[in-house]
DNA sequence: AACCTCCCCAACCGCATTAAG
DNA sequence: GCTTAATGCGGTTGGGGAGGT
């Protein structure tokens, strides 16, 4: 029994010959598909229309990459995944040359049992439980951290075996002023008081930022007021010039974005509720100049919070109520933790 | 060599959304 | 606005290769 699409055909079903490749490749490359449902006649297939066009999406354009996932790729792969959940086809843009399907199956069998294996539940991408981590602690070669006093704290971070370096703003006003930039590839940490409207007022958030794009270094800072400090950064001269530069705010349980060259800031901030909005300042402009590349999913986070003013791990996504778009990005990775209240307390052991 | 088990991945299925009439 | 067809997407299946016994 075919595909309602195609019911009064004979169709067959299973594995594709090389003949019926050639058949519809010859067909698609010569005459398009305008209309799939009309391809296996016109192309001389007994197949069904959507059974021709996944073929063709997934196996035979000429735009498929093959062959396996690099490190970058499935870094990627998590990174979105995270945010978006099982939205292959739009994780999948974020990989060129890569479809739905491959990177659906290369989660189930590979990226899901790894992230299992290091402690992390795959759905949520938050740790299993304390004693599953710890258990694979020992087993695991990364970098974890040292101490974490906080039971709130949640790691949902790509693992990445670069090393780590804890900085204050203040090493990172000092290293800027006098053009010392932050190690490439390296995790920077930032903390910053909270807002006055952050319910957590009395504590401190340090937001973690990895800057795993080398092109991409900060350049300038500007300390607005003592709870929002916006750093710049731009791209390297010598790099791709589709991007010219990026920008980002940092505030307490700020959001960074990494595409392709640069690094973009989703910036939280206190409503006054139990919310918390997006506002892109400078970013926003630059997403204006670059529509023409910026087709992507636009992102509201609600962090809830509890009674105590802590930020509950649950974290939403909606793409209403936005009027500009993102760019084609990868949440960049980032830790949040609440209630931080020595900078000492996030060394970490490399 | 024969059989078994595991698991990868191409393909299918069914539902949701979009387009066309 | 309604119906129907086409398309897109995510979950699932099962053929078959690899490795083990």
């Not at 300038?220 to 791709?240: K, R």
Request: some cysteine; proline content about 5%; glycine content about 4%.
């Amino acid at each position: 029994m075919g595909h309602h699409c195609c019911s009064k055909q004979k169709v067959k079903r299973g594995l594709w010959s090389p003949e019926e490749d050639e058949k519809l490749t010859r067909h698609i490359t010569t005459h398009g598909h305008s209309c799939w449902s009309s391809v296996p006649k016109l192309a001389g297939l007994q197949r069904c229309g959507k059974s021709c066009r996944l073929r063709w999406i997934n196996y035979l354009r000429p735009d498929l990459k093959r062959g396996c996932f690099s490190e970058q790729e499935e870094r990627t792969i998590i990174d979105v995944h995270r945010i978006l959940g099982n939205r292959w086809a739009q994780i999948a843009k974020h990989l060129p040359g890569r479809t739905d399907n491959e990177v659906k199956n290369f989660w189930n069998s590979a990226i899901k049992k790894k992230l299992i294996a290091q402690g992390f539940d795959p759905n949520t991408h938050n740790l299993l439980s304390r004693n599953h981590h710890q258990n694979n602690q020992i087993k695991s070669s990364c970098c974890k951290p040292k101490t974490c006093n906080h039971p709130n704290s949640t790691s949902v971070f790509t693992n990445l075996s670069s090393r780590k370096h804890v900085i204050s703003m203040d090493i990172i006003k000092a290293s800027l002023a006098a053009s010392i930039l932050p190690p490439i590839a390296t995790t920077t940490t930032i903390t910053l008081p909270h807002s006055q409207t952050n319910p957590c007022k009395s504590s401190l958030t340090t937001t973690t930022y990895n800057y795993m794009n080398p092109i991409c270094l900060p350049t300038t800072t500007n300390i607005e007021n003592s709870n929002l400090a916006t750093i710049e950064y731009h791209q390297n001269q010598t790099s791709s010039n589709n991007l010219l530069s990026s920008s980002s705010s940092l505030t307490p349980s700020g959001f960074g974005i990494i595409n392709d060259n640069c690094m973009w800031d989703v910036e939280p901030q206190f409503n006054g509720k139990e919310e918390m909005q997006l506002v892109q300042q400078q970013g926003a402009q630059l997403l204006q100049l670059q529509e023409n590349i910026c087709q992507e999913q636009v992102y509201k986070v609600n962090h809830e919070f509890n009674n105590n003013g802590q930020m509950a791990e649950n974290v939403t996504f909606d793409n209403s109520n936005f009027d500009f778009e993102f760019v084609d990005s990868a949440l960049m990775p980032c830790e949040i933790y609440t209630n931080v209240n020595s900078i000492d307390q996030l060394a970490w052991d490399c």
